[in-house]
């Protein structure tokens, strides 16, 4: 199993953790992720100020996926809503696809509508399965509870996410917490938003949004906070002092990567998951998964 | 809000909120008020008020809306989009009003700094020879990329 590998504009450069254990558990795993030189923002940032120059960028790295002949993988959540929304919608509009493969010719591409666009975690779920990643645990977490969070454009809008899951009740996150031994919370606060799209309009908002679920996962005590997009991780780890100040009081909520997570269950230490750069972690649980030797 | 002047309204508005992208559904809209009930924003901050934009697009009262600066504090969690029976795609109308108040000039300042990043360096973050080191030194390869594509796309 193939993929094009989509980084994206804030992984590469401020996620690295979460980038070098997806590509550990991709390779453990037996997927291999395929670096695409051309790849570049997927346009969602220009959305809010221009639509139609969005979708021109998203095509643009859609249709160097589709020259490649690979579906593309996606580790950030808006990126990879990004990429199908225009997918879906120039899928579905042969005007505006014109519209837009005119203004591809300029860098000499042309939009097809032929390929596919999954995120990480969606590849794990439907393209792997449980059953054939359970087979390589071989270090199960048990005794250990996470909280995942699923975020908005990972499944929304439904019509372009191509229904992973129902959107008021997904399971997928959660059903992959447990496949490592771990257990899976459900809480009141799963499916909130973290707020990270109005981070640079009104922080003041965004911190509120984010001190809704930091609040009650800190007081249900879980060993982590399960990301899967570096936009939320802004809000849930790169916020979390702030949010402490706003909610008066103390906060302790570990936010780890879902990749990190699975990638100790198949036996790699905490250093080559790149733990380090983990901002609030829990280290009683991680210093179980030093090396002994 | 102020008593609205029946002169000043402008029919046409909606129309044209119509024709952008994502504001394609906009006079769909029956007023059931879903996407009040359940907007995460509303609540923080009740001056965002989903069922509220949507009356003052069908009205016509273009610049009063357009000039708001709650506009630009929707998330986009697609929660009102998901929930709304007419399937008026409201967060897409978001994104629609967005593009609309850009063009008019009346986005807060500082929305429109994407473009300015994308257009240059086809990057949100740049990733030069620093960004480059730090890579290789946890082994990851390195960052490319293809800035003149970005800038020839972009280009106005």
Known sequence: ?293 | MERIDLKKLDPEFKHRVAGELGGEHIKKCFACGICSARCPIEKIEPEYNPRKIIRMILLGLEDELLKEEFLWHCSTCYTCQESCPQRVNFTEVIFALRNLAVRKGLAPAGMAAAQNLLSQQGRMYEVGDFENEKRQEMGLPKIKGNPEDYQKLLKK
């Open chain 1, 1 to 293: 199993m193939n993929y094009a590998f989509f980084l994206g504009c804030t992984v590469p450069v401020r996620n690295l953790n979460y980038e070098l254990s997806a590509r550990l558990v991709a390779e453990t795993l037996g997927l291999e992720l395929v670096d695409l030189e051309d790849f570049q923002c997927c346009g969602f940032p220009l959305k809010s100020v221009h639509f139609f120059d969005s979708l021109v960028i998203a095509a643009r790295n859609l249709a160097l996926a589709e020259k490649a002949g690979l579906p593309v993988c996606t580790l950030c959540s808006a990126c990879g809503g990004s990429l199908s929304e225009a997918n879906h919608l120039l899928r579905h509009n042969a005007e505006l696809r014109s519209q837009i493969n005119e203004r591809l010719k300029e860098v000499g591409l042309e939009y097809t509508g032929t390929g596919e666009v999954k995120h990480f975690i969606r590849i794990l779920y439907e393209d792997l399965g449980l059953d054939r990643i359970k087979e390589k645990i071989t270090r199960p977490l048990s005794g250990f509870t996470f909280a995942p969070h699923y975020g908005c454009h990972f499944i929304k809008p439904a019509e372009a996410a191509g229904g992973i899951d129902p959107v008021e009740d997904p399971k997928s996150l959660s059903e992959l917490i447990e496949v490592t031994g771990a257990k899976a919370l459900k809480y009141n606060t799963m499916l909130n938003c973290c707020g990270g799209s109005v981070l640079g309009a009104k922080e003041d908002l965004a911190n509120t949004l984010a001190g809704q679920k930091l609040g009650e996962v800190n007081q249900l005590g879980a060993n982590g906070l399960i990301m899967i997009c570096p936009f939320c991780n802004v809000m849930y780890e790169g916020q979390q002092k702030k949010v402490e100040k706003k909610l008066e009081q103390k906060l302790k909520v570990p936010v780890l990567y879902y990749p990190q997570l699975l990638g100790l269950a198949l036996g790699a230490g905490p250093e080559q998951l790149g733990f380090k750069l983990n901002r609030v972690k829990d280290k009683d649980f991680l210093k179980q998964f030093e090396k002994e030797d």
